[in-house]
């Protein structure tokens, strides 16, 4: 029996070719930035694109013993984690709220809180600086963890909303007739299935606190003080840095959100009330 030849398709072609170009462009900053952290500054010069001929860790040796790295990471890990905590239990109480139960207004405070998702940080800059600068909240750990989660939050709590409107109501109704409050509801039955996307909503937060910006160099003005992304920030221009000391440090900023990525996106999926309901 002859195997037929399969017939050449012009259009997946063209569609196979750009798709390949599209993957090459976006990895191309990746690969700019790899190869411009193990160049000495006179080679890079010479060559932006080009891979080094002399392969070379001074940069990240540099990096650590000069720009402040180690402890730029730690302020960035502190607040980052201590934010994350809150950020987490304020999408799931507010997702719980407006996913399950049912009071007055509820579309109304919904409808409020997807509104602000559409003001960009640089809007309401001036007014969170006034807020801050008068209770007290400049050149704080605090203020600034305060400020990530009310920005973050309204997207976290849209995700946990939407994915708790499909738990069955069956779950919670039993929990009332065996005596389950609120908040034994949502930390006791809710959550536990919720685990795959509290993930979710967990790797897009920590990324979000991670890289910003804005909010950071508006309120943190105390150099010991800065996160990471601020650092990086100003690095060029405090210290006039080559762009592959500069490199060096962007990659290295890299690797926890790479570390939190690969360790959290096999709990990521959607069945996880598969099989929580009989019948």
Not at 135 to 153: D, R
């Amino acid at each position: 029996m002859m195997i037929r030849a399969k017939r050449y398709n012009p259009a997946r072609m063209a569609v196979y070719f750009l798709l390949i170009f599209v993957t090459l462009f976006s990895l191309y900053p990746l690969y700019f930035t790899f190869i411009s952290s193990f160049k000495i500054p006179s080679e890079y010069t010479v060559s932006k694109t080009a891979l080094p001929v002399h392969w070379t860790t001074a940069n990240y040796a540099y990096v650590f013993r000069n720009l402040n790295m180690a402890q730029y990471m730690f302020n960035s890990v502190l607040t980052v984690s201590l934010g994350m905590v809150l950020y987490i239990f304020v999408c799931n109480a507010a997702g719980f709220a407006l996913g399950m139960l049912r009071f007055r207004f509820k579309i109304a405070i919904f409808s409020f809180i997807l509104f602000f998702q559409i003001f960009p940080q640089m809007v309401i800059a001036a007014q969170v600086y006034r807020i801050c600068s008068k209770i007290g909240l400049m050149n704080s750990y605090l203020g600034l963890i305060l400020v990530w989660v009310a920005y973050f939050a309204p997207f976290g709590t849209y995700i946990m909303s939407t994915y708790y409107s499909t738990v069955p109501r069956s779950m919670i109704e039993s929990a009332r007739i065996d005596g389950a409050n609120v908040f034994q509801q949502l930390f006791r039955i809710i959550m536990p299935i919720a685990t795959p996307m509290i993930g979710t909503i967990g790797i897009v937060g920590s990324l979000a606190m991670w890289t910003e910006l804005p909010f950071s160099l508006l309120l943190i003005q105390k150099p010991v003080m800065r996160p990471l992304s601020l650092g990086l920030a100003v690095m060029k221009g405090e210290h006039g840095i080559p762009i592959p000391t500069l490199t060096a440090a962007i990659l290295f900023s890299a690797i926890i959100p790479l570390v939190l990525y690969f360790f959290f996106q096999n709990k990521i999926h959607m069945e996880s009330t598969a099989g929580s309901v009989k019948g």
